[in-house]
């Protein structure tokens, strides 16, 4: 970033009077923060996923993983806001030139630009990805401002798990495999992942190498007879040269996996990589949930 941008930042902190809350812990330390935050900028999917849950539309956020900028089930709420960058990518130029007077990201993510990201605005950390969105929308509707709003949400959200277990009963009882199709393997997905946190809050039950406190095995497709379940839920990174699909019709025509019980059983399911994984947010949750109560033929209102 320009000593310019950096320096109009700093001194747009400097001189503008600014109300501050009590200091926010956080994966990099304490910060105070806006008492009402007006012009947020969010580095993750997760975290952009909470702000528009909490009724606040960032001025800036990471792109999605996939989408133009953003993820369909979104882009509806994302009128007027302006990409920085994928997570892993953030562009501190573009960061600076919206003046935020809030930051929020992740120390996975964001580690290594965080004095950066702090001589621009105020900025919050979470400490992890993957499994962690529950935790990590807490702290960001702490950061916001929004400890009542981000209660409620969560609250509703509970309600619904225990609404939608309740509407599948005994169908809990199946093992659920979730597999990913990428150009360069395979992704076997175990309990510390998006879709793997939610399943084990419906109650549903798992293989015993899903049943695991990890993110995910990478296999190839020799590890087919693996990835079976009662029933399995699949989905595709697509990369936007086809090549994430071909490796997923390759998998899925392969004599191995036509020989799985779900396959033969016929209990087996394409659904949304954004919604089952990418994505990682509160939002995606709930569309997840309504995936599984459709599939399964339930009804939870």
């Not at 747009?12 to 600014?18: C, W, Y």
């Not at 926010?24 to 952009?48: F, K």
């Not at 702290?139 to 619904?160: N, S, T």
Request: no cysteine; aromatic share 8%; proline share 4%.
């Amino acid at each position: 970033m320009s000593r310019r941008l950096f320096l109009s930042a700093a001194a747009a902190l400097f001189f503008a009077p600014v109300a501050f809350a009590e200091p926010v812990i956080h994966a990099m330390g304490e910060t105070d923060v806006p008492e009402d935050p007006q012009r947020v900028i969010v580095l993750t999917n997760e975290g952009t996923e909470a702000a528009l849950a909490l009724g606040i539309t960032p001025v800036g956020a990471a792109n999605s993983w996939n989408g133009d900028p953003w993820y369909d089930h979104i882009a509806a709420q994302m009128e007027g806001v302006e990409p920085v960058g994928k997570e892993s990518a953030i562009n501190l130029e573009l960061v600076a030139a919206l003046e935020p007077d809030l930051i929020l990201g992740n120390k996975q993510r964001h580690e290594e630009i965080y004095q950066q990201l702090s001589t621009i605005a105020p900025t919050v950390l979470s400490e992890r990805l993957r499994g962690d969105w529950m935790v990590n929308f807490t702290l960001y509707a702490e950061a916001l401002g929004k400890e009542e709003a981000g209660a409620a949400v969560m609250d509703g959200f509970k309600q619904d798990i225990a609404a939608t277990s309740d509407a599948l009963g005994d169908h809990v009882q199946e093992e659920i495999s979730v597999i990913r199709f990428l150009p360069s393997q395979i992704r076997i997905y175990q309990k510390d992942s998006f879709s793997g946190v939610l399943l084990d809050q419906l109650g549903f039950a798992r293989p015993d190498n899903q049943d695991v406190d990890d993110f995910a095995l990478r296999v190839g497709k020799e590890s087919i007879p693996d990835m079976d379940g009662d029933r399995i839920f699949h989905f595709t990174w697509e990369t936007g040269d086809g090549e994430g699909s071909a490796a997923a019709q390759d998998a899925l025509s392969d004599p191995l996996w036509q020989r799985l019980s779900a396959v033969e059983a016929g209990k087996v399911h394409s659904v949304n990589d954004a919604i089952w994984n990418t994505a990682g947010g509160v939002l995606a949750a709930e569309l997840m949930l309504d995936d599984i109560a459709r599939i399964y033929g339930v009804a939870t209102d």
